[in-house]
């Protein structure tokens, strides 16, 4: 089993593991019991286009987007349930999709509509009009960090980047091939570098290069092209992150990477001992999820009998 082969996300009370095949998510219930749910991951999200480059980047944020919508309502399920009730899992529903919509569009109109009508205006009073462009990037960028920071001083969100923390360290602590106990999770960095906060600074950084390339284009490109682009900007920003994890060992592409590490600053806090525990249980589930889905694979491989007639 691959030890770089699993990620994870924080949730509410919570920890989403996502294995090779599986995803796991556990959940701490407000009488201190846990709760768990497991799927299979869609063949979509496995198969080979999820291994070609650029097209993996893709398909992986279409997958982090889905598991992190079910994520989500399961762990919101949790907190809500009374005391000893048990959760059942629904969908989205209508409100629930017009929420997600309406915060994805929002989203889009702040981090990259808003930037461009500042661009616009800079751009009659500067000279050459590319350094607006340039700007435009910059901005995008500073309403970023900005959100990020002012978010994190929420206590609801503080507790879920505490969950956050604790996630990166057991998955940290997996793949250094040490025994998963608080103990010997607990030492390891709250910061990943294959975390999805990480990912936002490459996709903010990709997106000043990309659009400064595209140059001064005309209002209507203007504006449809930051959307337009967002795929493409995504899938070059995970092909970023895969190469700075696979050899951030090495000291060039540490000093590259290292912005990615201390933004986590915003986005990560030191987790309380029950809250590893939780991110150990999700790791544990989901690693003998995926063990059982090898031992099955073993298992249809070997040689088979005929039965007997009658049997």
């Avoid at 981090?111 to 000279?127: I, T």
């Avoid at 998955?171 to 010997?184: K, S």
């Avoid at 992150?241 to 030191?270: D, S």
Wanted: net charge neutral; charged share 20%; proline share 5%.
């Amino acid at each position: 089993m691959r030890r770089a082969g699993f990620g994870g996300q924080a949730v509410i009370e919570g920890v989403m593991i996502r294995g090779p095949r599986h995803a796991t998510v556990v959940c701490r219930r407000p009488d201190g019991s846990l709760s768990y749910r497991q799927r299979t991951l869609q063949r979509g999200y496995t198969g080979r286009l999820a291994r070609l480059p650029l097209v993996r980047g893709i398909i992986t944020l279409a997958e982090t987007l889905h598991l992190g919508i079910w994520a989500l309502i399961f762990s919101q399920n949790v907190a809500l349930a009374e005391e000893g009730e048990e959760e059942e899992e629904e969908g989205l529903g209508i409100i629930g999709g017009v929420t997600i919509f309406l915060a994805f569009a929002i989203g889009i109109g702040i981090f990259f509509l808003g930037p461009v009508a500042a661009a616009r205006w800079l751009q009659s009073r500067l000279d050459p009009e590319i350094i607006a462009v340039i700007l435009e990037g910059v901005l995008r960028l500073i309403l970023l960090l900005g959100y990020l920071w002012l978010v994190g001083r929420m206590p609801d969100i503080r507790r879920v980047f505490e969950y956050h923390g604790a996630e990166h360290k057991t998955i940290a602590a997996w793949e250094a091939e040490e025994p998963l106990t608080v103990d010997r999770v607990r030492p390891f960095s709250r910061a990943h570098p294959r975390c999805g906060t990480s990912f936002l600074l490459v996709v903010a950084v990709v997106a000043i290069l990309v659009f400064t390339a595209l140059g001064n284009p005309p209002l209507w490109w203007h504006l449809t092209s930051r959307i337009v682009f967002v795929p493409v900007i995504a899938a070059i920003a995970y092909e970023a992150i895969r190469a700075g994890g696979r050899y951030r060992h090495r000291r060039v592409v540490g000093w590259l990477f290292a912005p990615n590490l201390w933004l986590q600053g915003l986005t990560t806090r030191e987790p309380e001992d029950e809250q590893i525990r939780v991110a150990i249980a999700a790791m544990e589930r989901a690693l003998a999820q995926e063990e059982a889905q090898r031992a099955q694979g073993r298992s249809s491989d070997a040689p088979q009998m005929e039965a007997a007639p009658g049997d």
